[in-house]
C-alpha cells in the first residue's frame, strides 16, 4: 500500500490514443507542474516525446509498437514492446501505483487481463463508468463492457467495489446501490438478476435499495448501479447515441430560422452549461475495477483535457489508497 508522503508513480500510455502522442504529451505537462512529486513513467516513441526531457519527474520509455483496435487476444499478447503493454507491465512488476491508457477498451481490458493482478477474492474484473446525472450528483455504472456476462455472485462483487470506491472518491458516506433490471420489482428478471437481487440484499456491507429500470439510470437518485457487462454496455452505448442526437437535433432546430438564431444567441451560456454537465471530457475516464492497482482508461478521442482528467482520477485513487479499501470490502465479504 502506497503510504502519503511516499513518491507516487504513473504510468502514461502515450501512443493508443485516437489523436496520438501529442495530447497526452500536453496532458502531462500541466500534470507535473501541479504534481512535482509525482513521477510520470512515459511509455511511448522517443521522438515524440521530446518536449517532457526537461521534467526531472518524468521517465520516458522507448516503446516502438502500438496495440491496435483490431489486435486479438493473441496480436495484445505478442506486442510486448507497445507502449500499452509496456504502461501495464511497469504497475505488473510494481514499478508503478497506476496505469492511463486511450487505447481501445477491448485491448486495453485484455492486457490487462494478460499482463496485471487481479485482487484476492475477485472473480472477474469488470469496467466502471462514472455518468453524469440531471441533479448533477453523478452515479457508478458497472460492468460497462468487461464481460458478455455475469453470475449473481459476480454482480455482488461489482456492488462491494462500487460502493468503495463512491465512498472513497465521491465522498458519499453510505452509497446507495441499484442493480439494473426490467422493472423495479424483488422477482423481476432472469435466474442471474433474481438471486443477485437476493445476494445484495442479504449483504450488510452495503446500502442495496433495490431494482432500476434503464429510464431512470440518469436521475441521480443511486450512487451505484450494478449490471452485467452486456446490458451495461448497451445502455452506456445508447446514452451516448442519444445525447449526440438531441444535440445535433436542438442544434438544427435553433438554426434553422432567424428567430431560432436569436434563441439560441440569447440561451448561448445556457446551452453550453448543458454540454458541459454531460461532457465526458470532465468525467477523468473509465476505471478496469478488481485489480491490485488503479487502471484508468480514457476514451479513445480524448483531447489533452480529457486525458488530463483521467490522470487526475488516477493520481486521487492512489492517493486515496482506493484499491486497498476494496481489497479490505472484498476480504470482509469472504471471511
Same mark, same amino acid.
Given at each position: ?19 496520438? =502522442? ?68 511497469? =504497475? ?32 472477474? =474484473? ?210
Amino acid at each position: 500500500m502506497l503510504k502519503w508522503g511516499e513518491n507516487m508513480k504513473l504510468a502514461i500510455d502515450a501512443m493508443s490514443g485516437d489523436l496520438g =502522442s501529442r495530447i497526452v504529451v500536453d496532458a502531462c505537462l500541466k500534470f507535473v507542474e501541479k504534481h512535482p512529486n509525482v513521477k510520470l513513467l512515459v511509455t511511448g516513441k522517443q521522438e515524440e516525446l521530446t518536449l517532457l526531457n526537461n521534467y526531472s519527474n518524468v521517465e520516458i520509455i522507448d516503446a516502438r509498437d502500438v496495440v491496435a483496435m483490431t489486435d486479438s487476444v493473441l496480436g495484445v499478447r505478442r506486442k510486448k514492446e507497445s507502449s500499452l503493454v509496456k504502461a501495464l507491465m511497469l =504497475s505488473s512488476d510494481n514499478r508503478a501505483d497506476g496505469v492511463v491508457s486511450c487505447g481501445s477498451t477491448g485491448a486495453y481490458y485484455t492486457a490487462a487481463m494478460l499482463f496485471g493482478h487481479r485482487l484476492e477474492n475477485v472473480e472477474k =474484473s469488470c469496467l466502471m463508468a462514472q455518468l453524469p446525472t440531471v441533479n448533477g450528483k453523478g452515479t457508478c455504472l458497472l460492468d460497462v463492457g468487461a464481460n458478455a456476462s455475469n453470475t449473481a455472485s459476480q454482480l455482488e462483487s461489482f456492488a462491494i467495489m462500487g460502493s468503495v470506491y463512491a465512498s472513497a472518491i465521491n465522498h458519499i458516506e453510505h452509497p446507495t446501490v441499484a442493480l439494473l433490471n426490467i422493472g423495479t420489482e424483488d422477482h423481476k428478471g432472469d435466474e442471474v438478476h433474481t438471486e443477485a437481487y437476493r445476494l445484495l440484499s442479504a449483504n450488510k456491507n452495503i446500502h442495496f435499495i433495490g431494482n432500476i429500470e434503464g429510464r431512470d439510470l440518469l436521475m441521480g437518485e443511486v450512487d451505484v448501479i450494478v449490471t452485467d457487462g452486456f446490458s451495461g454496455n448497451i445502455a452506456l452505448k445508447s446514452m451516448e447515441g442519444t445525447a449526440i442526437i438531441l444535440m445535433k437535433l436542438m442544434k438544427e432546430s435553433l438554426m434553422s430560422d432567424f428567430k431560432g438564431k436569436i434563441g439560441a444567441l440569447l440561451a448561448k451560456k445556457n446551452l453550453y452549461s448543458l454540454k458541459d454537465r454531460f461532457d465526458y471530457k470532465s468525467v477523468g475516464g473509465a476505471l478496469m475495477m478488481g485489480f491490485d492497482k488503479a487502471i484508468v482508461k480514457a476514451h479513445g478521442g480524448s483531447d489533452a483535457v480529457a486525458f488530463l482528467s483521467a490522470m487526475e482520477l488516477t493520481y486521487t485513487m492512489v492517493k486515496e489508497n482506493v484499491v486497498e479499501k476494496m481489497k479490505e470490502g472484498m476480504k470482509n465479504e469472504n471471511s
